[in-house]
């Protein structure tokens, strides 16, 4: 099995909609401050993928750099990291995935990282991320673990979890059952 396949399973489904599903896109969008961009937002897929090495599977996923050694950088990665373009504006998604069973880890504040890296790369993005101005976090999970991500869920710009994407994801687009 791929190193993170049973996340692999959780956030294709999330990375394949937002790429082929405008109504999946939108409400993805609909959780954020980009609301308002969502109709027009346009997925930056193919230039995110042109970006990243050859070796990279995919465009979404395992965004990192080790250049900038700031708390939010260092030693983190981004789970998906979604950019859009919406007329003047560029805005990037970044998406914690804690599939079912997961857990934060004890020895490092990872929710607040996630919001330091956004805000990092719309300053100063490392080499093989597209350039963006703006920049919102998001934690998806299972509903069953939403009293133990409480103090962590506030941390994140938005949250849903897989139960409410299972239903604006159109069929063909399914989670693992737990």
């Known amino acids: 099995m791929r190193y993170g396949g049973i996340e ?20 993805v969008l609909s959780h954020t401050q980009f609301a308002g961009y969502a109709p027009e937002a346009k997925l930056l897929h193919n230039d995110m993928k042109a970006l990243r090495t050859p070796s990279a599977e995919t465009w979404w996923r395992s965004h990192y750099t080790e250049k900038c050694r700031c708390p939010g950088c260092s030693g983190q990665e981004t789970d998906l990291l979604a950019v859009f373009n919406a007329g003047q504006t560029r805005f990037a998604l970044h998406f914690e995935i804690k599939r079912p069973g997961d857990v934060f880890p004890h020895n490092k504040d990872q929710a607040r990282n996630y919001s330091l890296r956004a805000y990092c790369w ?45 239903v604006a994801l159109p069929s063909g687009f399914m989670f693992p059952t737990t």
């Open 122 to 166: 719309t300053k100063s993005p490392p080499p093989r991320i597209l350039p963006h101005d703006h920049a919102a976090t998001l934690l998806v999970y299972s509903e069953d673990q939403r009293f133990d991500f409480l103090p962590h869920i506030e941390k994140f710009d938005a949250s849903f979890t897989f139960e409410d994407a299972s």
């Open 8 to 27: 692999w399973q959780y956030a294709e489904p999330i990375a394949r909609a937002l790429v082929e599903e405008q109504d999946f896109r939108i409400w």
